[in-house]
Structure formats: C-alpha cells, structure tokens
C-alpha cells in the first residue's frame, strides 16, 4: 500500500508513497531515507528554482523504486549515492542545469562532486534497473559514478548537448536498446573562417557523444543502443590528462549504432581486450578510431562511406580485425606508427603497429583499402624528417588472410611495414595499384586470386 501524499519542498519519505497530481514548485526537492521505499510520481511534476539542487535524493539506502516521476528545473533530477538495489523507470526528467550551448571544449573527466548537470546522477550505486526514462533535452542524461552491476534499459537519451550516458570507473553493468541520438555541441575558435562567407571556425563536436566511457570502466555489454550524430557516438578513453592508465577494457560493444558522427562513430584509446561485433560505423570522419590498444576483436562490423577511415589505429598491438565490411571508405583499415615522446617513453609496448590478423573482410570501392605505414601524421601526412627514421617505429607482423579486395583506388598499400603475410585473398580490380610497397621489409606473398603490383 502506498500513501497518498500533497509533496512540499524538503519532505522527507519513510514510507511507500504515491504523489497527488499536480506541479509543485519544490526548492529544496523530496529526500528519501529508509530502505525499500517505493515512490510513485503519479504523474506529478516538481519544479526546482534556478536550476540548482535535486529534484529527489537518495543516500545510503537500498531496495528504492522512483518511477512515474516529472522533474524539471534542477542541477540534477534523481541523485542516489551509496546505494543498493535502486529501480527507477518511467520517469521524465528535462531542463536540468547546462552549459551554455556554443561555448566550451567539454571535460570528460569530472568526478562526481563536480559533475556537470543531468537528469540522473548514480554514485556508488551497487545494483539497479534503469529502464524505460526520458531524459532528453539537457546536458546530459545519465552520469554513472562508481557503480556496478547496473541494468540501463530502453532510455532516451538523445538531445543532450554533453552527454547521453556517461560511465565513470563504472563496471559489469548492461547497456541495452537505449537512445543518445543527436548528443552534440560546438565550440567556437578563434581563427580563418573554413569557407568564405562561412562562420567562424570551431569544433564540432566538443566531446560531447552518445556515450562516454572513462576511468576504468569495464567488462560492460553495450547492445542495440542508437547513438547517431553525436559528437562522437562511443567514446571510451583509458588516460588521464596527467598520463594516467585508466584503460577502459573488456567491454562489449554489440550491434550498436554509432553512425553520422562528424567525428567517430566508435572511439576506444589506451584500452585492452574490447570486442567490437554487428555494429553500424556509417558517414562519419572516421568509423572506429582505436589508437594505443590491444587485443581487440573487430568482427561483422560495417563502416560505410567515412572520410578517413573505417578502422584507424595508431601503435595498435594484438588486433583481430575478420568478417566486416568496408565500403566508399577514404581508407578501409589505416594503420601507422609516429613518433610522440610522451608515449614512447610511458608506453614501450606501443612503439609500433604489431601483430594483426586481417581476414575474412570485404574491402570495396575504397580509397585504399589497408594501409600500413611508419612515420605519419594521423596516418595521412608524413612526419618531419627529424621524426622519422626510428627502426622501432617500423609497423611488423600483419597478416592480410582471405580478404575480398576490390574495385578501391589502391588495394593494400605498406611503407616501411615489416614482415607483412599476404595470402589467399582476392584482389583485383584496384584502379591504381592492387599492392603498393614503399621501402617495406621481408613482405611475403602467398597464394592470392589477381594482384598487380606497384613497386616504389
């Protein structure tokens, strides 16, 4: 049974409770404090004044259920900190504190006491089912603190200008059919204008994305989420500013969406052991971008029609890359090494690109359809001279096994690649070259189906 119940500002719930309908304009918000409390919004709304404080708060206690709840006008919606079992669903949450549109770079690493406005902040927060809330039009719609074991189901999340969901050293938790479409922002620059008549230059972007996904956050399941046309749509970064190794590993990322970035669709730097199956990666700059990681399993993906690249891993180690498809690509996979002393001093093991197989895949109509280079600058320019040159800087031991390569501008292009296995593939029809070789060591050709060399 629950108790009906006329809300006013700083009330304090003990008890099972439902809201009398109505809007109620609530300062203070509603604090729940005992455990297995039950509150029913029944269609009310609070209102916060000046976009400050929290519509509900929950602290130290387990078995909470929030739901049917409208909540608008404050620095964050629902808080629950040091919680366990928490359940909310059907709730609306909008309107919470935001920084002003078109103005900041965003920081992806805030802690929780200084986190930036949302509908639903969760620090420790030790199991839960968030399901089925709307939490669109804000800045952003979950942020997860330190939390595990978290059930994220159904939410929309779209329309955020910082993030959809946010992940913060959270982990083991699921990601499942939610919406952060259109989780985008700008950030003006001073500098040329990019067209005549155009206006000012800027970022895109500005990490705002989908989700974000920092500090230790790992063996999540993210699946049959949508987060199109953000900033970036998946964007998982596993090093602190200060050169910290917070890698973000063993997540699963499973026929997501992440297409229609201006950036990426998928991003997971400084990170080991992700696994990247059945997701879309369409019409972005690049369709996954995976620079200082290893032990990643690409497989069944599609990346169609991004400007740079489908697959761009810089110092990449241990990658399997088999089943996906590669299409209008300005390159299918681009692989390169530079010189940067920050990393190579900290992080011996990614002095280079090392140990990939590539199989199974279909490259079509590509730019180039892998690329394979030392010495580049985001693997398109060369470096300065001074740069390059450093033998340990040479990417080594590729095996290109059992591809489709067809119809692209350059099949497989090597610079200064090293012991690089080519066999039983199929290429042919590549308008310049089907094999392009730049000062490359000990390549060895198997068995292939077409392929006509460029020697250079």
Not at 43 to 72: F, K, S, Y
Not at 151 to 158: D, I, S, T
Not at 282 to 308: H, I, K, P, T
Not at 344 to 372: C, Q, S
């Amino acid at each position: 049974m629950s108790t009906l119940v006329t809300p006013s500002s700083g009330l304090v719930l003990r008890e099972n409770t439902r809201l009398r309908p109505g809007v109620y304009v609530l300062p203070a918000g509603l604090t729940i404090a005992a455990d297995g409390v039950s509150l029913d919004g029944g269609g009310a709304t609070l209102v916060g004044v000046g976009r400050e404080g929290a519509g509900v708060t929950v602290d130290g206690h387990a078995g909470v259920t929030i739901r049917n709840l409208r909540v608008c006008e404050y620095y964050h919606g629902l808080v629950a900190r040091n919680c366990r079992d928490i359940r909310l669903e059907l709730n609306r949450i909008t309107a919470t504190a935001e920084v002003p549109a078109n103005t900041a770079f965003l920081d992806i690493w805030r802690p929780a006491a200084d986190a930036y406005g949302g509908a639903i902040l969760l620090d420790r927060v030790e199991g839960g089912e968030i399901n089925d809330n709307d939490v669109q039009h804000q800045m952003s719609g979950l942020l997860l603190y330190r939390c595990r074991r978290l059930n994220v189901r159904r939410n929309h999340a779209g329309y955020n200008s910082g993030f959809g969901v946010y992940l913060h050293d959270t982990s083991n938790s699921l990601f499942e059919e939610n919406w952060a479409d259109f989780c985008c922002r700008y950030e003006p620059r001073d500098g040329p204008r990019p067209v005549a008549g155009a206006g000012a230059s800027g970022h895109m972007g500005a990490d705002a994305a989908g989700f974000v996904v920092v500090m230790r956050s790992c063996r999540n399941v993210f699946r049959k989420n949508s987060a199109r046309l953000g900033g970036d749509g998946f964007f998982l970064a596993g090093r602190t500013p200060r050169g910290e190794d917070a890698g973000c590993d063993d997540n699963l990322f499973e026929q997501n969406d992440g297409s229609l970035s201006p950036n990426i669709a998928f991003e997971a730097t400084f990170s080991r052991g992700n696994v990247f199956r059945g997701n879309w990666a369409d019409r972005c700059n690049y369709g996954l971008w995976l620079g200082y990681s290893a032990r990643n399993v690409l497989e069944g993906n599609r990346m169609l029609f991004n400007r740079q690249a489908g697959v761009a891993a810089e110092h990449g180690v241990g990658f399997t890359v088999r089943d996906n498809d590669f299409q209008g690509n300005g390159h299918g996979i681009l692989l390169w090494t530079r010189y940067v002393q920050e990393f190579y001093d900290a992080l011996p093991d990614h002095r280079t690109v090392r140990d990939w197989l590539i199989e199974r895949n279909k490259f079509l109509r590509n730019g180039t359809a892998i690329g394979i280079f030392a010495d580049r600058d985001h693997g398109i320019r060369p470096t300065a001279p001074e740069e390059s040159g450093n033998p340990e800087l040479r990417p080594r031991d590729v095996v290109v096994r059992a591809n489709d390569i067809l119809d692209n501008r350059v099949g497989i292009h090597l610079a200064r690649a090293d012991g690089t296995i080519i066999e039983q593939n199929t290429i042919r029809g590549n308008v310049e070259a089907d094999l392009r070789r730049e000062d490359d060591r000990d390549t060895r050709l198997g068995p292939n189906l077409g392929l006509r060399g460029a020697y250079l």
